[in-house]
């Protein structure tokens, strides 16, 4: 069984495994992102130490492809028929760096320069994202204008059927420098959502940001910095048997309104009730 535990996950397990024995965590295979060690970077030297070694203790060590990285993954599976390898081995920095973390700590400097790059990616993103709302918007005014009311997985149904959802991925891969690894970037658009679950997971994912940020409830739907981190977590629930997170929004945005996802979704207190039963 493969888990993922978002970073807000690791936290609240990290902190109830104090003192108790490391046989809870035999079993399932933990996965382990970059995404969870950038995160855990932010927080003070002592915890990001504790963090960085109760992760290595429990996971398998290896670093997943981040979201963009699977998307391309994935899509050349699919265009090539070959079989999906979700992990980045040829990162030489990823270890060396979450062994400093855990063992002597990063240097002030380092600690420093990471946190500005997240906290810039973090105001980048919401920024972007308040921008692309006025690409969905008139979208969904348009439903409501012609009284045409739509549940989430109708419209989300149109959305992956009409040209919005594919544009967004073939420009988030041209941004990033990512479309040329895709053996057949012009084909892009023929590759089924279905063939590509990790890929569909972090779409909808942000396309429910969307439509929370036009539609939903102030607690559901206000952008926020941390929606840049959530979204990259997003994509493993395409994965995975389990995805734990201690984040309620993001649970519940999963659980509700992500159909690609493969993963079964729990709460972090859900996931250390049933594996102590």
């Given amino acids: 069984m493969r888990v993922y535990l978002d970073t807000s996950a690791w936290n609240a397990i990290c902190d109830w495994s104090v003192g108790k024995s490391q046989k809870w965590v035999r079993g399932p295979e933990y996965l382990f992102s970059a995404c969870n060690l950038d995160e855990f970077s932010l927080a003070d030297a002592f915890r990001s130490r504790q963090l960085a070694a109760y992760a290595w203790r429990a996971s398998n060590r290896r670093k997943l492809l981040d979201h963009l990285e699977l998307s391309v993954a994935e899509i050349a599976a699919y265009q090539t028929g070959t079989g999906l390898d979700f992990y980045d081995d040829r990162d030489r920095t ?125 607690r559901l739907g206000r952008p926020d910095k941390g929606d840049q981190v959530d979204f990259r977590h997003a994509c493993y629930a395409g994965m995975v048997d389990l995805f734990v997170t201690g984040d309620t929004r993001m649970h519940e945005i999963l659980q509700t309104m992500i159909p690609s996802r493969i993963a079964k979704v729990l709460t972090a207190q859900e996931y250390i009730d049933e594996r102590t039963l």
């Fill in 94 to 218: 990823f270890i060396p760096a979450w062994r400093a973390m855990r063992t002597s700590g990063l240097t002030m400097e380092m600690r420093t320069a990471l946190g500005l790059e997240l906290e810039a990616a973090k105001a980048e993103y919401r920024d972007w994202f308040r921008l692309g709302r006025q690409t969905f918007n008139p979208l969904f005014a348009s439903f409501a204008k012609l009284g045409l009311e739509r549940s989430w997985p109708d419209l989300l149904g149109e959305l992956k059927a009409g040209p919005e959802m594919r544009d967004g991925l073939r420009q988030s891969l041209t941004d990033a420098g990512l479309l040329r690894r895709i053996p057949r970037p012009s084909d892009l658009e023929d590759v089924p959502w279905a063939a590509i679950p990790c890929t569909s997971c972090w779409m909808e994912y942000h396309t429910a940001m969307y439509y929370l940020a036009s539609f939903g409830s102030k």
